[in-house]
């Protein structure tokens, strides 16, 4: 299919939803749960909120919503690093690696990452590779450490040529029995047509999913609503949601959810975090600062990116720490700009241009959806 970039009149389109099973603890339980890099996020949100004054601002999404999902991905994140020094502390007896792996400080993180590109093939236990993996994910490209990042390059290539491996092996058996987990990878995605049922059903929410109007934000359900009704991609391993009964089609809490539909815990799905954990190894993935989408969107139009792909946007601290917190899907082109339309739930939007939106964020993905 050749995919072409037409103008489409029309404005405001976005794409958002939280974290998604649900979220049980307040705010201030959140905050008193805090860590350095929640300090740090309350830090810069004063030292911005002394510069802004505009108070009649619009937002995407809700931001006590937003807040309290951002505290609670830098409380995990924050766990998890430690997790990450506790590991490459048995190859390297340094007494202040757990302080580095945390640090607010660059050149302390690049530190880490190299160290953990060093000592990685020699970790024999899978699952403490995959926390230094996540580790170089979450940091490799912000921090700029260009060993790192084709370490990581490198590793994300051995995964998709297992996964080539895994696919043709299932479609040699069985008479082309294909099991759950590789469906949405054997599934074809039609962007044009998911970026139009955005379009057109922004301000739409279907009986068949849950709407999430009145607790959490809707960003994420309605992304993958419309890569699923929209672009046929096939419900698949963790990323799906199935209705049980029609006693909460509006949730009002986790245990209304939990009635009402079946899905992961957590779950792609709804959870914006865990939706670029499943969907960005699957995925190309173009990824940018703010900065860099401003000063060259232009060259950054002329990429293979088109409707249908999502747009993930996030917020961050110290510069380099950055965590998804929104979601919006490609509904059309601003050919005049060389600038991308987006939709999507929480504040509904139809076709809102991403130099608009992403105003409030400090790093952008393009996911382009197999």
């Not at 703010?290 to 792909?309: A, E, P």
Request: a negative charge; proline letters at 3%; aromatic letters at 12%.
């Amino acid at each position: 299919m050749i995919k072409l970039k037409k103008l489409i009149t029309g404005f405001s389109c976005l794409v958002f939803l939280i974290s998604a099973v649900p979220v049980s603890a307040s705010p201030s339980e959140i905050i008193n749960n805090s860590n350095k890099y929640v300090e740090q996020y309350f830090k810069e949100k004063t030292e911005k909120s002394l510069i802004e004054t505009n108070s009649e601002k619009v937002y995407l999404v809700d931001p006590v919503i937003e807040e309290k999902n951002m505290i609670e991905a830098l409380n995990y994140y924050y766990e998890e690093d430690t997790k990450v020094a506790n590991v490459i502390s048995q190859a390297y007896k340094d007494p202040e690696l757990l302080v580095k792996a945390t640090s607010l400080k660059k050149e302390d993180r690049i530190e880490v990452v190299e160290k953990i590109v060093s000592v990685f093939k020699s970790v024999e236990d899978r699952a403490h590779q995959q926390l230094l993996e996540e580790y170089l994910g979450r940091y490799s490209y912000n921090l700029g450490n260009q060993l790192s990042i084709d370490f990581l390059d490198s590793l994300n290539q051995v995964t998709k040529q297992e996964s080539v491996i895994d696919i043709n092996q299932e479609k040699s058996k069985n008479n082309l029995l294909i099991t759950t987990d590789l469906a949405e990878t054997l599934s074809t995605y039609n962007g044009t047509a998911a970026g139009d049922w955005a379009y057109n059903n922004y301000n739409k929410y279907s009986t068949n999913f849950p709407a999430f109007t009145a607790w959490g934000s809707d960003c994420t359900n309605f992304v993958s609503q419309a890569m699923h009704v929209g672009g046929g991609k096939q419900m698949a391993g963790d990323w799906y949601v199935t209705k049980k009964n029609s006693t909460y089609l509006v949730p009002k809490s986790a245990a209304e959810l939990n009635h009402s539909w079946t899905l992961s815990d957590p779950s792609p799905w709804i959870s914006v975090v865990q939706f670029t954990k499943y969907w960005g190894p699957k995925s190309v993935d173009h990824s940018m600062s703010k900065i860099h989408y401003r000063d060259n969107h232009t060259s950054v139009y002329g990429r293979t990116i088109y409707k249908g792909d999502v747009v993930v946007l996030s917020k961050g601290i110290a510069g380099f720490i950055t965590t998804p917190t929104h979601l919006m899907i490609i509904s059309g082109y601003d050919t005049n700009t060389k600038d991308f339309l987006l939709a999507g739930h929480s504040n509904e939007r139809q076709a809102h241009p991403l130099l608009t939106a992403m105003s409030d964020y400090v790093h952008i993905n393009f996911y382009e959806i197999p």
